[in-house]
């Protein structure tokens, strides 16, 4: 049974694994109230996303529910896809004999970086032209000869590695500049609180303004926006709801 399990796993198309059955509703809804228990019991030193948060040990789940649980990052940098044994640590692995460009002076530290990052860019469109050609080669081949197809999707399956090749070297790039986006929305997100707060510091000082050149010279009894007369106290809680309503409103934004 777990030879099959594993050559399943490993297909090129892979059955769906038995667990799915789990993935319901109904069970989300049941490990969301086990997760709001755990929490009710005592605080926990877990993180809190949802597949750690209030939940003690997985194994006090019922066994339909441990299957909703996400695993654990790894700690050694390995995982398994696909039946496949993978490795963070491992480097990208060379074409060799089927390497259709050349080399990037990556060895050289006199060589500008962006030189080679250009170069990639056209490498990257030729093979992507090449790639459409060989489509069209193909589809003529099976019009007329379908027997001789294997030679032209050989020729395919060497350009579409040499383009996931060069695409990979672009995952450094990737990151820093998704990195970078990342402390810009930061920056952004911080700037926009302070210029809040700024706002209501603005919006306060002039009501209190108001308060302090009405607050003594004020005559007992003054005229509202409707021409009714109210006593100087009930202007002054009127000004008070203005401050608090004024505050509600810069915090609800």
Known sequence: ???????????????????????????????????????????????????????????DLPPELRFLVPPEPSTDGKWRNFGGQYDLSDPLPSLNDLQLYPSGPDDDPSTIPSEWTLDRAFYLKRIAKSILLNFLELVGTLSINPDQFEDKTQDLRVLFINAHHLINQYRPHQARETLILMMEEQVDRTRAQVEGV?????????????????????????????????SQEEEWKDEQRAIWQALDEELAV
């Open 198 to 230: 700024r706002r209501m510091k603005g919006t306060i000082d002039g009501l209190l303004k108001e308060m302090v050149n009405d607050g003594p010279n004020a005559p007992r009894d003054v005229v509202n926006g409707d021409g009714e007369a109210i």
């Open 1 to 59: 049974m777990a030879d099959e399990q594993d050559e399943g796993i490993g297909s090129i198309f892979p059955v769906p694994p038995p667990f799915y059955r789990h993935f319901t509703t109904d069970n989300l809804a049941r490990l969301k109230e086990f997760r709001e228990n755990a929490q009710a019991d005592g605080p926990t030193t877990e993180t809190s996303e949802p597949a750690t948060s209030g939940l003690q040990r997985i194994l």
